[in-house]
């Protein structure tokens, strides 16, 4: 295992990097940029199908073929130009998340787990040489665990604590100290089967992550809700960063509240705030969600997807992905992280 460079920490309402502020001393407009985790939703980066009657539906438009292991590679091919417009940080998840950006079925088989919540060698092998490279970037990834639609691939409540645990202890036998987790997606919306991962008792992951120990060591972990949600008290209560997202918020001035609200919950303690996934860009006008999110001190996630009538290369979530910094959209938010962040 290399020596781990990369330690990720929380100070108040601020994310830390090796013991000093992200983005220490930046600006933008009078806001401030220091202590944020600016981020994108790249949650396919180790996407496989292994339901053979759907895999088929990824294939390259080049190669007529689905390939996992090139899906990867070229993820890590990209990671150092999202690094150089500011980049820090990224969801990815090992269940991932709907390859269509939407979808009401969800029959492909796209899980690191097994039924019984042990972990699947071929999804950790492509994780793990992603959150090395991202350790020897500086960047943090947030690593979500459960994904609706796929959570129903663990055969019951038990087998998804052991996955929860399971993925907690890989993570730290890895040694990697750049970490987040978020247990699970979205943990409001109805398709989720096992009622551990809904908002009633979703803490109980949260504190199970945060139990398991390692030399000293410990995960930090949150768990988001569903777009333009506040999330529960319970989950405000032990998570140690608050996630929100903001898709179906059409109003910046929405985001802002969001925030706002959030911050005046009796269970709020300061700790960040952070937005994940928002399918909302105008980022050429000087008006949008993730300037909103900013304006109010909380960090903002990118998330792109293949709308209806759009082709290959569009999207970072739909399957087969194009991971560079290749259509108008991504151009537009990697140009506005750029100048937020003085790289």
Not at 239 to 245: A, W
Not at 320 to 340: A, C, H, Q
């Amino acid at each position: 295992m290399p020596p781990r460079q990369t330690v990720v920490s929380i100070q108040d309402e601020a994310f830390q990097l090796n013991g000093k502020p992200t983005y220490q001393g930046v600006a933008w407009r009078g806001h401030r940029i220091e202590g944020l985790l600016l981020n994108s939703r790249m949650v396919q980066g180790i996407f496989d199908d292994r339901n053979p009657e759907t895999a088929a539906r990824w294939a390259y438009p080049d190669t007529g073929v689905w390939d996992a292991e090139r899906n990867t590679r070229e993820f890590l091919a990209a990671m150092p130009e999202w690094r150089a417009h500011g980049l820090l940080s990224f969801t990815i998840n090992l269940q991932g998340g709907s390859p269509e950006g939407y979808s009401k079925g969800q029959p492909w088989h796209n899980s690191a787990f097994e039924a019984d919540g042990s972990l699947h060698p071929g999804h950790l092998d492509r994780l793990r040489r992603i959150l090395d490279r991202a350790d020897e970037l500086g960047m943090v990834p947030i690593v979500g665990f459960f994904y609706f639609g796929q959570d129903q691939r663990l055969s019951d409540e038990a087998a998804v604590v052991r996955a929860t645990e399971n993925a907690t202890r890989w993570l730290l036998e890895q040694g990697y100290r750049n970490v987040l987790v978020e247990v699970d997606n979205e943990c409001n919306v109805r398709a989720y089967d096992h009622a551990i991962l809904k908002p009633d008792r979703v803490h109980e992951l949260i504190e199970r992550v945060k139990a398991v120990e390692l030399d000293g060591r410990r995960l930090l972990a949150g768990t988001s809700y569903g777009g333009g949600a506040i999330p529960g008290a319970k989950v405000v209560e032990v998570s140690d960063f608050i996630l929100l997202h903001g898709n179906g918020v059409k109003d910046p001035a929405r985001i802002a509240q969001m925030v706002a609200t959030t911050r005046q919950l009796p269970a709020y303690t300061p700790k960040p705030i952070l937005f994940n996934e928002d399918d909302h860009f105008d980022f050429d006008r000087e008006t949008n969600n993730f300037a909103a999110a900013v304006g109010a001190y909380a960090s903002w996630g990118y998330f792109d997807f293949r709308f209806q009538g759009e082709a290959y290369p569009e999207g970072y979530q739909s399957v087969p992905v194009s991971w560079g910094i290749d259509t108008e959209r991504k151009r537009g938010f990697f140009r506005l992280l750029k100048e937020m962040t003085g790289h």
